[in-house]
């Protein structure tokens, strides 16, 4: 199963307005890491980087100023895409600027139910949270020193590490089957077929010794029309249930 892990960095927070300037991508293959990844740095053509977004990420109008348009790296990124599934944290925010900058070109809409929301899995799973990225390393014991301000990129090779961890770990992905264990003599196997055999040790019995005397005394008195002596279940000498044959 193949999987882009991406992120996004944008001129501000409007999808309507602001454009992408930063594309990170990271491929995974059945959960795991390939190597590939996809880095675009993109000219917003003449839309100004604002103040709070540039605080969040670092990235100025200069650093943009020769980097291509997004027309230009359309069929880069589509061809690094494919037909993955596109992972993503707090996915609306950055499949609303794609289909935003897809919407300017002509190009479908991503189709919703390729996108996965690891924002929603964490807040399944950890449901008092925080569930920020950086919450979510600390979480999981990921190293996100590096990450003093947001990068696509680096944001993306650290939400490949969360969401391999929020799919339950590396060992989920090796996809080993345990084999049942055998069950021991005399225990029922569930979903399979039984078979009783001995106990190896007896189970104690529960009545008490005059209760035990009772009985035979019960029975001595009914004589060999008894039912218990029909059954098999009497009691023996020693004033234990005998066992039927």
């Known amino acids: 199963m193949r999987e882009i892990i991406f992120d996004t960095e944008t001129t501000g927070l409007d999808s309507r307005e602001d454009r992408v300037i930063e594309l990170g991508c990271v491929e995974l293959d059945n959960r795991f890491p390939t190597g590939r990844t996809l880095h675009l740095f993109i000219n917003p053509e003449g839309r100004s980087v604002h103040p709070d977004a540039h605080a969040v990420h670092g990235i100025s109008d200069a650093d943009l100023a020769d980097k291509p348009t997004f027309a230009e790296i359309l069929e880069d990124f589509l061809a690094f895409i494919e037909d993955a599934k596109l ?20 190009q479908p809409f991503v189709d919703p139910a390729r996108v996965v929301d ?3 899995i964490a807040r399944r799973k950890h449901p008092m949270g925080p569930n920020s990225l950086d919450a979510l390393c600390r979480r999981y014991g990921i190293d996100n020193s590096r990450r003093t301000k947001h990068g696509a990129l680096l944001d993306a090779e650290l939400l490949a590490e969360v969401y391999i961890e929020l799919a339950g770990g590396k060992q989920a992905t090796f996809g080993l089957e345990v084999a049942p264990a055998k069950p021991a003599e ?3 196997q569930v979903g399979g077929p039984v078979t ?4 190896v040790r007896p189970l104690a019995p529960r009545l008490s010794a005059a209760e035990r005397q009772a009985h035979a005394a019960m029975v001595a008195e ?6 218990w002596l029909k059954t098999g279940h009497g009691m023996s000498e020693d004033g234990k249930q005998a066992e039927s044959a």
């Open 186 to 188: 005399g225990e029922r």
């Open 196 to 199: 009783l055999g001995k106990r």
């Open 222 to 227: 009914i004589g060999e029309n008894a039912l």
């Open 118 to 120: 690891t924002l929603a």
């Open 87 to 106: 992972v993503a944290h707090n996915a609306n925010f950055d499949i609303g600027f794609i289909n935003a900058e897809f919407d300017r070109l002509g």
